[in-house]
């Protein structure tokens, strides 16, 4: 699954236009914490109160300068608690 990333090819080499391109480290791609709440469709603060509030369970990884990212699958997760609906009776 590749998310979508809106970025410009100047010669040849895409550069990030609107957000940053994911970090790659041993082939597995990490996308930073606007990147992944932007690809579910909720804000940042949203997906940083989710994960305060433990709503989405995601293994904590960071990169070199201790920012928080996310791979695919994580966002996934993230993706299904998005998506989820609770009905409640009144």
């Not at 895409?14 to 914490?33: C, E, F, I, N, Q």
């Not at 992944?36 to 909720?42: C, F, L």
Request: hydrophobic content about 35%; overall charge positive; charged content about 30%.
């Amino acid at each position: 699954m590749e998310l979508w990333s809106p970025c410009l090819f100047i010669n040849n080499v895409a550069r990030d236009h609107g957000g940053s391109m994911p970090l790659v480290s041993g082939g597995v791609k990490y996308y930073r914490t606007t990147e992944a709440a932007r690809s579910v469709g909720i804000s940042r603060s949203t997906l940083l109160r989710w994960l305060g509030q433990n709503r989405v369970e995601v293994p904590v990884r960071r990169d070199r300068n201790g920012w928080r990212v996310f791979t695919v699958e994580d966002i996934s997760v993230i993706r299904q608690a998005a998506e989820h609906i609770e009905e409640k009776r009144e």
